[in-house]
């Protein structure tokens, strides 16, 4: 399987603990983002990098989160001291970044559940 | 600022009948406009995308959608509905200088026998 993949699928922690979660691109992607999803809405974007670079970060990315993507391949999200608020599916997506083939490919998802 | 509104929650289509999922978007300059389908528990899968070029664009699975710029809408369509097409629909825009995409909402598709 070359798709995007993610870790865990499924993340069920209490409030207050930290978790990180793990994504692979496509190899050769040189691009990665982070997006959240919370239930009944589109994905909202939080990060970008290119190659290990972190360029832009969304509002929506408080200082209790943070991301690396330390040698340009895969990349962590961590959250720390988990609110009941942070409850989503988190989206990894990678892309070529040339033009004309900068389509976003997702992966499945790891989907948090902060009680 | 760049934004993406789909003005249905729901379609519901026979199966065999033609589809059509709608969305409008605003975005400064020039957009790229996706649109993506998601199947429950899952993640987004691709199905096409306007860059430039020809306003009727062809994708995934036999749907297309129609790129009108008087009426910054980017529908999506399909000429006969089957019943595996009921998912939720995303449509998404990008600015061409950016790198974020902005998503709708989503339209969920229902398709009956």
């Known amino acids: 399987d070359t798709g995007v993949s993610q870790n865990p699928r499924h993340k069920i922690t209490k409030r207050g603990q930290n978790v990180t979660f793990r994504c692979d691109p496509i190899s050769e992607h040189n691009r990665l983002y982070w997006y959240r999803q919370t239930l009944g809405q589109g994905p909202e974007f939080l990060t970008y990098f290119q190659n290990e670079a972190q360029l832009e970060k969304s509002r929506l990315l408080s200082d209790r989160f943070s991301a690396e993507r330390p040698k340009g391949s895969f990349s962590t999200l961590e959250i720390q001291r988990t609110e009941q608020g942070d409850s989503a599916m988190y989206l990894c997506a990678s892309s070529h970044g040339r033009a004309g083939q900068d389509t976003q490919y997702f992966g499945p998802g790891t989907r948090l559940t902060v009680l | 600022a760049q934004s993406v509104a789909q003005p249905e929650d729901q379609v519901n289509v026979a199966e065999g009948n033609p589809l059509t999922v709608k969305c409008t978007y605003s975005?400064?300059?020039?957009?790229?406009l996706f649109w993506y389908v998601q199947y429950p528990n899952r993640g987004l899968q691709f199905l096409l995308k306007y860059i430039t070029g020809d306003n009727l664009v062809k994708g995934s699975y036999g749907f297309e959608a129609e790129f009108n710029k008087s009426q910054t809408s980017f529908h999506l369509k399909k000429p006969s509905a089957l019943v595996s097409d009921s998912a939720l629909y995303f449509c998404?825009?990008?600015?061409?200088?950016?790198?974020?995409?902005?998503f709708g909402k989503g339209t969920s598709l229902l398709v009956t026998p």
């Open positions: 975005v400064s300059g020039n957009p790229y």
């Open positions: 998404a825009v990008r600015a061409f200088s950016g790198y974020a995409l902005n």
